[in-house]
């Protein structure tokens, strides 16, 4: 650290990414919930051509040709759809912009929500989840602050449906609800249908997960114009050049190609729920999962004791060393082939203890 550090900024625990190996082609990377699927033939045709001789000029800081089809994919107005550099970057600025009052979420969630509190100086409220890692929409009703949910969660995996999550958005007329659905295309109920009933409610998607382009780094949110203004405004504060313009095109070229990614995470779907039966007939206790991966343990083995054992073994999952999940691991959903792979692997090791 420097001298110079401000001093608001000397304590913060920063975000650990998962692991991104440079050998990464040794692996069987299982690890950052990443599609195993390449982007569509288009994305890679989008990238590869034209675009690319263009990167000499600035790109288009309004999005406007991306938004038109997003906002006519989604069913929205233009005027309701913010996109920026990655998801995280719109948490970030939900984090910076929307929480003078505090900020309530799940005390087992996405790891960033912490590290956003912090860096905002913003009071957070993790409340625990259920033993089975359930969400009780009770205690979010009448937060009287921002509430912050992931849904399907992280790195649970458990969803919640939608007359839930309209409890938590009647209950809370004065307060945000941002819902952050990185996942929701794996199984989960999307809430961008109800931003046209409620004018308190933010929901965040991604393009990093099941339209494979977590290299693009593309994010988006939907709600009310007025939301969409605010996060816009600062937006044009920071940085109004954060989507490239080699990601705008290949955004633009995966909705013209909506069906192939319907299909891959049909095929993710069928592989998550193949791997959770394999591994119950291992013994593990595999927690319902509305998301590209499972969070799964087993008696027979602690979670980090297996974590480096398949690492070993050249297969990388994520592990959290929170004492509350620390005997877990959670396991992207890759192909059949992958996760046959992991299988063996996970058999092997328990044989060896045997
Ligand atoms: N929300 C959740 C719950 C996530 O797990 C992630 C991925 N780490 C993100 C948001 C951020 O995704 P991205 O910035 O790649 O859009």
Redesign the pocket.
């Known amino acids: 650290m420097s001298r110079f550090l401000n001093e608001r900024f000397r304590t913060i625990e920063e975000y650990t990414?998962g692991e991104q190996p440079q050998n990464m082609h040794e692996f069987v990377k299982l690890n950052?919930?990443e599609s195993p699927f390449p982007p569509s033939p288009g994305v890679i045709a989008a990238v590869n051509g034209a675009e690319a001789e263009k990167l000499r000029l600035y790109c288009d800081p309004d999005c406007k040709v991306l938004i038109s089809k997003m906002a006519k994919l989604y069913g929205v107005g233009q005027e309701n759809i913010f996109l920026s550099n990655?998801?995280?970057?719109i948490?970030n600025f939900i984090f910076m912009i929307f929480c003078d009052d505090g900020v309530v979420y799940p005390e087992i969630?996405?790891g960033?929500y912490k590290v956003y509190a912090e860096l905002h100086g913003v009071k957070d409220i993790k409340v625990p989840l259920k033993k089975d890692f359930s969400l009780d929409p009770a205690d979010y009703c009448g937060a009287g602050k921002t509430v912050v949910i992931?849904n399907p969660?992280?790195p649970t995996g458990r969803a919640i449906g939608l007359d839930e999550i309209e409890k938590i958005l009647k209950s809370n007329p004065d307060n945000l609800v941002v819902i952050?659905e990185?996942?929701v295309d794996f199984g989960g109920e999307s809430a961008v249908k109800l931003t046209k009933k409620y004018e308190n409610l933010l929901v965040?998607q991604?393009?990093?997960?099941s339209r494979s382009m977590?290299g693009a780094?593309?994010?988006f949110a939907v709600g009310a114009a007025p939301i969409i203004a605010d996060l816009t405004k600062i937006k044009y504060s920071t940085n109004p050049y954060n989507i490239n313009r080699l990601t705008q095109a290949a955004a633009c070229a995966a909705i013209d190609e909506d069906e192939y990614y319907r299909a891959n995470a049909k095929l993710i779907m069928e592989n998550r729920e193949y791997t959770s039966t394999e591994l119950q007939k291992l013994g593990f206790e595999v927690i319902p999962s509305k998301a590209n991966f499972i969070f799964a343990k087993s008696d027979k083995i602690d979670g980090e004791e297996l974590y480096q054992l398949l690492k070993e073994k050249k297969i990388l999952i994520r592990h959290f060393t929170i004492p509350a999940i620390s005997q877990y691991n959670r396991i992207t959903i890759g192909t059949r082939d992958q996760m046959d792979i992991f299988l063996e692997a996970v058999k092997e090791i328990l044989k060896r203890r045997i």
């Open positions: 990414p950052t919930n990655g998801s995280d970057d948490l969630s996405y960033f992931a969660n992280a952050d990185a996942y965040v991604t393009f990093s997960k977590a780094r593309l994010g």
